[in-house]
């Protein structure tokens, strides 16, 4: 007897040799229901996309509703989608339930007939459409205002999950395994540099996401070279790297070690909380640089140059400096509203800010994670970051080495 529940959906793009057809088949099949392949249209170049329409059967509306729920990020979208339908919120920072729920790939919505681009776009959100019905957005759970028309169910919602290359050529393609710690870093380091170049040539922004470790392993003149020489754009960081990066400017040294001869100096370990008091007391690190008394570093470079940053606090830190936001929520919007714009991320010696950073990231702005540990590139894939490829090395090898990179394609 055949299943008596049926919905049919379609597939447009490379999806054999990007293996989306062969993971919504499967997972139609382990979900317990089966499908009938109504047309098939395989691509005759690379270039060509492909088209699938098949028909899903399930045994009950819910194991229909599980498949379908199961198969939509792949991008299978019902063959007669209809406009989305919205549900007003009823109550501030709450979704009403049945809400959409975001992924970070590009997402299109169907307004009074017509497709239109998910703006924002941004993992673990829901999705807001404008009051008159013109445009859509994701909006975080804490920005829900009541009255909010907020995206219910998947009707009229499509997804368009990234496709692989079939010509594996570049960093970005290549990639069996997302980090491995016998690839060639030569190579990586290269494409890396590449990345950034067309990302700078192409106008957009390169986002750096940085940790302590930049500074403690002596990188933290090298990041203040690409600050200064326009690779660096925004960045992303907390409370200790701006203190570290100051700390060596006023003394020497990183957590009272310093960085000439590698050894604990005398009350080195007052350092970081004196360096810290300085800068408050000025009121902001720009004012240190203006006054003269901050002369050097990362942070020296960002005030100089007006680059913007976003300084994260956490539960341990001392001080903080003036400019850390010790709000977590307010700490997200600022870095929100500094990611428009944002072509490559550079993730470097950091796993929380890089695992935060990249929810907040859009599926097509490419990242590369450097960390001494795999583990950190694996949490960010396993949170979503799926756009994520990782170099394991300490930081300042591989900054040293980026920057010689970077200044080989520099006009003489």
């Given amino acids: 007897m055949s299943a008596p529940f049926v919905e049919h959906v379609e597939m447009t793009g490379h999806i054999v040799d990007s293996l989306l057809l062969p993971k919504v088949l499967d997972a139609i099949l382990s979900r317990g229901?089966?499908?009938?392949?109504?047309?098939?249209?395989?691509?005759?170049?690379?270039?060509?996309?492909s088209f699938v329409r098949i028909e899903v059967r399930a045994d009950?509306?819910?194991?229909?509703?599980?498949?379908?729920a199961d198969i939509h990020p792949h991008g299978a979208v019902p063959a007669d989608p209809g406009?989305?339908?919205?549900?007003?919120?009823?109550?501030?920072?709450?979704?009403?339930?049945?809400?959409?729920?975001?992924?970070n790939f590009r997402t299109q919505v169907r307004l009074a007939g017509e497709w239109v681009?998910?703006?924002?776009?941004?993992?673990?959100?829901?999705?807001?459409?404008?009051?008159?019905?013109?445009?859509?957005?994701?909006?975080?759970?804490?920005?829900?205002?009541?009255?909010d028309r907020i995206l219910v169910?998947?009707?009229?919602?499509?997804?368009?999950?990234?496709?692989?290359?079939?010509r594996k050529h570049e960093l970005f393609e290549f990639m069996a395994s997302p980090v491995s710690s016998e690839r060639p870093k030569a190579v990586s380091v290269r494409e890396i540099a590449g990345a950034m170049r067309k990302t700078r040539a192409a106008g957009d922004k390169?986002?750096?996401?940085?940790?302590?470790?930049?500074?403690?392993?002596?990188?933290?003149?090298?990041?203040?070279?690409?600050?200064?020489?326009?690779?660096?754009?925004?960045?992303?960081?907390?409370?200790?790297?701006?203190?570290?990066?100051?700390?060596?400017?006023?003394?020497g040294t990183s957590l009272g070690v310093?960085?000439?001869?590698?050894?604990?100096?005398?009350?080195?370990?007052?350092?970081?909380?004196?360096?810290?008091?300085?800068?408050?007391?000025?009121?902001?690190?720009?004012?240190?640089?203006?006054?003269?008394?901050?002369?050097?570093?990362?942070?020296?470079?960002?005030a100089r140059l007006n680059v913007p940053f976003v300084l994260a606090g956490s539960i341990r830190d001392d001080g903080p400096l003036p400019e850390v936001i010790t709000d977590v929520l307010?700490?997200?919007?600022?870095?929100?509203?500094?990611?428009?714009?944002?072509?490559?991320?550079?993730?470097?010696?950091?796993?929380?800010?890089?695992?935060?950073?990249?929810?907040?990231?859009?599926?097509?702005?490419?990242?590369?994670?450097?960390?001494?540990?795999?583990?950190?590139?694996?949490k960010l894939m396993d949170r979503g970051s799926t756009q994520t490829v990782g170099i394991v090395s300490d930081a300042e090898p591989f900054l040293r080495a980026l920057v010689n990179e970077l200044e080989k394609g520099a006009p003489a």
């Fill in 153 to 166: 169910g998947r009707q009229g919602t499509r997804v368009f999950p990234p496709e692989a290359e079939i």
């Fill in 60 to 68: 009950t509306p819910e194991q229909l509703e599980a498949i379908l």
């Fill in 117 to 147: 681009d998910v703006e924002d776009q941004e993992m673990d959100c829901g999705i807001v459409v404008d009051p008159d019905g013109a445009a859509a957005r994701c909006l975080p759970m804490t920005a829900v205002k009541t009255g």
């Fill in 330 to 378: 307010v700490a997200q919007d600022a870095m929100r509203r500094l990611i428009p714009g944002v072509g490559f991320c550079l993730m470097v010696a950091t796993t929380l800010h890089s695992i935060a950073v990249g929810n907040l990231l859009p599926a097509w702005v490419k990242v590369a994670c450097v960390d001494i540990s795999p583990a950190t590139v694996t």
């Fill in 83 to 103: 406009d989305c339908r919205t549900a007003a919120a009823d109550v501030d920072g709450a979704f009403p339930d049945g809400f959409y729920c975001s992924t």
């Fill in 33 to 49: 229901g089966r499908y009938n392949l109504e047309t098939l249209r395989l691509g005759q170049r690379q270039d060509d996309p």
């Fill in 258 to 302: 310093s960085l000439d001869q590698g050894l604990p100096t005398d009350e080195g370990h007052e350092h970081h909380l004196r360096t810290i008091n300085t800068i408050r007391r000025f009121g902001e690190i720009k004012r240190a640089v203006e006054a003269g008394r901050l002369k050097s570093g990362i942070m020296y470079e960002c």
């Fill in 206 to 251: 390169v986002l750096a996401v940085l940790g302590p470790a930049v500074v403690h392993t002596g990188g933290g003149e090298l990041v203040a070279k690409l600050v200064r020489d326009g690779f660096i754009n925004v960045l992303f960081a907390g409370n200790a790297l701006a203190t570290h990066d100051i700390e060596q400017a006023f003394y």
